[in-house]
């Protein structure tokens, strides 16, 4: 395996390695183990699932008091990198961030999917997540699936997926939280949210504002959003919920440095609501779930000239509704079945309009109109415990496109648990990406006759707890083929499956609570790829560490990314710096504290998307209030 290093990143590695040290130091505090909804839908140990589930929980994702979960969970899953271009807002369009990469599969792309409640989240026209609607005021925790997960989630899971688990009330009572914040380059953040327990009766409702000038002219942001939801228990086995979310943001982009604009704004809402029955008995538990996912985009490209304005504005408009059922049960002693049908309608409309009229203007460059797609699926795992420590897995998807037509997708693993705390997992799964409304209808390269995009994962992975100690590693190789691209065709460029993946890596992550005090964790990434993609980094680590004592709460992060591609082909071009992050909270009363984060607290002048230059170290500060 070629893996680019240097000494920051062997000074990293060695970290690590003295984290985990003292392995067997400390037996007198077990922690419990992870249990998650991703990997099977219904909540289960993760030591019993074949694939690689990492769970960031409400507290650290609040620690830095982060409106977006995507820096902390960049932070706290090897292999996974997010692209910023700010100090705030990720935008779409033209120089758009908020790429989501795992393991050299792009969320850019669709290769990757984002979920909230296990809904799939993602534009409706081009396929892409939309990552400022991603905000912590919704998430209970963020749990990570790394390699395929197109047997339970269908298209666009074929890289992993992210999902979002949204909050919601255990106990009975009332609490209300109001954070606040400003600083650097006229930033201010703003968020409330209460929930209410009565009974059977529960809700969260939540808001924000936030706001940033950013660093560089012409590149402000705006966000406003709020998030609902109401449950009532039906019964002691069954449960139900409507929620929503909403998101709306304005945007400028100011082009790179070697070519900037002006003009260039966007308008961008997004939202989601859902409804769902539940049920949980002891031997068998499953859901019935309606959801739309939906956007509105008004997008100005602006011009290099600002004598010369643009005429139009691009506009579209998309939406996911869907359906899911599954059910699981436990036929015998240490089995598990998971039966479900999923259906999607896709829809989008993508046009331009006059700004002088506004009316739909015909375009030479663009076939306008509206397109939909529908989508059918119905899937089985099955998972038995063997023997007491050996489980087995298998499951398989078929899914129909109404274009693209049937992907039948297979996985299987194996888990085995030799020793207390331990568990060995090897797992080889299919993973498959449907083509976009974008690549089937939009543009002149536009082809009605493409097929989904494939790639088979093979993964090995060992996980280990003992005492306040828990570490692991994984070794991954990806290959995949009919990935779709643009080239020439009779002299017109055309979309076509021609494509090829073939990434292989290694993974490494630990944690240690040292004492009551003291906490550290670290994690490490190490990618090949051999055909590069841009926002993949070959070497990502990361090392935090927590301080707890009485009203004060310190923690500080320090992450080495290192030939992160910014450009690839004739023009490669790579980028390595450190980053140092750090955020302090002090308890001012027992309902109210006061935090200070601090970023790139080194100063580094680096590049994530080509052409602009990040911020150097920023402030912000502000108070929490709680009752």
Not at 80 to 99: C, D, H, I, K, N
Not at 258 to 274: C, E, F, K, M, N
């Amino acid at each position: 395996m070629k893996i680019f290093y240097d000494t920051k990143t062997m000074g990293l590695v060695l970290a690590a390695m003295l984290t985990g040290a003292n392995l067997h130091a400390q037996t007198d505090s077990i922690a419990l183990h992870d249990v998650v909804v991703t990997g099977s839908r219904n909540a289960v140990d993760v030591r019993h699932l074949p694939m690689t589930v990492t769970v960031v929980g409400r507290e650290k994702l609040t620690e830095q008091n982060q409106p977006s979960v995507l820096p902390t969970v960049m932070q706290q899953v090897p292999g996974l990198f997010v692209t910023s271009r700010g100090m705030m807002g990720y935008g779409v369009s033209g120089g758009a961030a908020g790429g989501i990469n795992l393991r050299g599969i792009s969320g850019g792309a669709g290769q990757l999917l984002v979920l909230i409640d296990g809904h799939p989240q993602y534009n409706g026209v081009y396929g892409h997540p939309i990552s400022d609607s991603y905000q912590t005021l919704m998430a209970e925790r963020v749990e990570v699936l790394r390699g395929p997960a197109s047997v339970l989630y269908g298209s666009n899971a074929m890289g992993g997926v992210m999902n979002i688990v949204t909050r919601g009330m255990k106990g009975d009572g009332v609490r209300t939280d109001i954070t606040l914040g400003a600083g650097s380059y006229g930033t201010v953040q703003t968020e409330a949210s209460n929930q209410l327990r009565l009974g059977r009766f529960a809700s969260t409702v939540a808001i924000q504002y936030n706001r940033t000038d950013n660093h560089r002219p012409r590149m402000g942001f705006e966000q406003c959003g709020g998030y609902l939801k109401l449950g009532y228990d039906l019964s002691e086995h069954w449960n139900a919920y409507v929620d929503a979310d909403i998101t709306h943001f304005d945007a400028s982009y100011p082009g790179s440095t070697t070519s900037p604009l002006y003009d260039a704004d966007q308008w961008i809402t997004r939202g989601v609501v859902s409804a769902a029955v539940e049920n949980h008995y002891e031997k068998t538990s499953g859901a019935l779930s309606v959801y739309s996912n939906f956007g509105r985009h008004k997008i100005d490209d602006g011009t290099a000239d600002p004598t010369n304005p643009t005429q139009r504005y691009f506009r579209s408009k998309d939406s996911m509704t869907g359906v899911s059922w599954y059910q699981s049960a436990q036929l015998f002693e240490g089995n598990r079945v998971t039966v479900g049908v999923d259906y999607q309608h896709i829809y989008g409309n993508a046009y331009y309009t006059s700004k002088a009229t506004g009316e739909v203007m015909d375009t030479p460059n663009k076939q306008s109109g509206k397109s939909y797609r529908n989508e059918v699926a119905g899937y089985v795992d099955f998972r038995q415990d063997i023997l007491s420590w050996l489980t087995a897995d298998a499951g398989v998807r078929v899914d129909h496109h109404n274009v693209s037509g049937t992907e039948v997708v297979p996985q299987v693993g194996v888990v085995v648990r030799p020793m207390e705390g331990g568990d060995l997992k090897a797992m080889v799964s299919k993973g498959f990406r449907n083509p976009t409304m974008r690549e089937l209808y939009l543009y002149p390269p536009s082809n009605t006759d493409l097929k989904p995009e494939r790639l088979w994962n093979y993964e090995l992975s060992w996980r280990h707890r003992i005492g306040r100690v828990k570490y692991g590693a994984n070794l991954f190789y990806i290959k995949g083929d009919n990935m779709i691209q643009t080239q020439m065709v009779d002299g017109k460029p055309r979309n076509v499956n021609t494509g090829e993946i073939e990434n292989y890596g290694l993974e490494l992550e630990g944690e240690y609570r040292i004492n009551q005090h003291w906490a550290v964790n670290t994690n490490h990434s190490f990618l090949h790829m051999e055909n590069k993609v841009i926002a993949a980094p070959t070497y990502k680590g990361f090392l935090g560490a927590d301080w707890r004592q009485g009203k004060w709460l310190v923690n500080a992060g320090l992450q080495y990314i290192n030939h992160l591609y910014t450009a690839v082909g004739d023009n490669e071009q790579t980028e390595s710096f450190v980053l140092l992050n750090a955020a302090i909270g002090y308890s001012l009363h027992k309902n109210v504290g006061l935090w200070l984060r601090g970023e790139n607290l080194l100063a580094q002048r680096y590049e994530i998307n080509l052409g602009y230059p990040m911020p150097k170290a920023t402030f912000m500060a502000g108070v929490k209030v709680n009752f």
